[in-house]
T-cell receptor
């Protein structure tokens, strides 16, 4: 059974804190993704990775960084959290290829006070 | 750049009836894939159905079918015989074969909230 897990379902942080969101997949997928979901905006891609230590910016990378040291783990880092980063964060993974669907984790609802 | 538009913020349907959720897309790539996902109130994203740009027939998966009209650049989701459990947010998404490393990316629409009434 395919599985993508995220380290926390709910997280509350203060402005200026460094925040780590962890994502692990057990499907040996090459691709991993971080999205944020906001009402009325759908899902927007922050960063993605197609291989270990490789990363590419998505549509809204500002204020975020990522790390992929192992194939199964993809971390999203908020260097200095701000209130406008309060959102739902979704991690996903997929095999390479046009037809392969992405499998999503349960999401982390981050609140920055 | 790719773009997905879902113009219906919310839709209502009576149980056991069919409903169509609209999706239009824009891409200059000749090769692309279209996906629909369901997101219940619990938050997880559930893959429903896939249509490739070169597929000759419309995709079907159980009660879900995709009305693919390539010339109109539309990929509407049809849910037949609606059930109460179909109440959820539905997202249309596209992956274009832009070459290089970007072929894994999905571009999502804004979503449509479907409410099924008993």
């Amino acid at each position: 059974d395919v599985k993508v897990t995220q380290s926390s379902r709910y997280l509350v942080k203060r402005t200026g804190e460094k925040v780590f969101l962890e994502c692990v997949q057990d499907m040996d997928h090459e691709n991993m993704f971080w999205y944020r979901q906001d009402p009325g905006l759908g899902l927007r891609l922050i960063y993605f990775s197609y291989d270990v230590k490789m990363k590419e910016k998505g549509d809204i990378p500002e204020g975020y960084s990522v790390s992929r040291e192992k194939k199964e783990r993809f971390s999203l880092i908020l260097e200095s959290a701000s209130t406008n980063q309060t959102s739902m964060y979704l991690c996903a993974s997929s095999l390479l290829g046009l037809t392969n669907e992405q499998f999503f984790g349960p999401g982390t609802r981050l609140t920055v006070l | 750049a790719q773009k997905i538009t879902q113009t219906q913020p919310g839709m209502f349907v009576q149980e056991k009836e069919a409903v169509t959720l609209d999706c239009t897309y824009d891409t200059s790539d000749p090769s692309y894939g279209l996906f629909w996902y369901k997101q219940p109130s619990s938050g997880e994203m559930i893959f429903l159905i896939y249509q490739g740009s070169y597929d000759q027939q419309n995709a079907t998966e159980g009660r879900y079918s995709l009305n693919f009209q390539k010339a109109r650049k539309s990929a509407n989701l049809v849910i037949s015989a609606s059930q109460l459990g179909d109440s959820a947010m539905y997202f249309c998404a596209m992956r274009a074969n832009a070459g290089g490393t970007s072929y894994g990316k999905l571009t999502f629409g804004q979503g449509t909230i479907l409410t099924v009434h008993p």
